[in-house]
């Protein structure tokens, strides 16, 4: 197999190329940020409402959506992904190793880390999202990214029974508004 020598502009051309692609497949439209923002939010919320009506033991039974989301999502990713990329398949593993940590630590752990879990999810969250966006060099990323550790810093300092209140609030920052505007700015271009 023959390879070409690059110049340092080429080398930069095509580091620019790939990233870009990354950032436009991510920016697509939006529609796993919406589904992951909707889907966190309503889990939260309804672990909130659970609490409260005195159904503690049952509150955590909405978040066994979550795993059968990160199945859909995989799918849904693979049959997206047209060409091989480095940076969406680092993306995909940042995010299958932040999910499965995020499993095993919420559905393995709960019950150690109890007022601490949350604030170790928002974290995850806050670094996976802050790296993703640092890859494809998405300062609504990076944003998102800070303002899930700063969800998470804040939950050390609020009543347990509050953090689902917090984390589905965030959740709708961080997630569902930045997808909703990513997809009205699909549409807006499709136009």
């Given at each position: ?8 502009e080429?080398?930069?051309?095509l ?45 955590w039974?909405p ?43 919420s ?11 949350t604030?170790?999810?928002?974290l ?31 939950a ?11 984390m ?24």
């Amino acid at each position: 197999m023959k390879t070409k020598e690059f110049t340092a502009e080429e080398s930069f051309a095509l580091i620019d190329q790939v990233i870009q692609r990354a950032k436009n497949r991510f920016e697509e439209n939006g529609f796993t940020f919406i589904l992951w923002g909707g889907t966190i939010a309503l889990c939260c919320f309804a672990q909130a409402y659970l609490m409260n009506t005195g159904r503690e033991a049952q509150s955590w039974f909405p978040y066994l959506l979550l795993p059968l989301l990160s199945i859909y999502t995989m799918v849904y990713e693979a049959k997206k992904a047209k060409k091989h990329n480095p940076l969406n398949q680092i993306s995909s593993r940042l995010w299958l190793f932040t999910g499965i940590n995020i499993i095993v630590v919420s559905f393995g752990f709960w019950n150690e880390l109890q007022n601490h879990l949350t604030p170790i999810i928002l974290l995850l969250l806050g670094i996976a999202t802050a790296v993703a966006g640092s890859f494809i060099r998405s300062k609504m990323l990076l944003f998102c990214g800070v303002i899930l550790n700063l969800g998470a810093y804040a939950a050390f300092f609020i009543p347990w029974k509050q953090h689902p209140i917090l984390m589905g609030i965030v959740a709708l920052v961080t997630f569902l508004l930045p997808g909703l505007l990513l997809h009205y700015k699909h549409k807006k271009k499709d136009v």
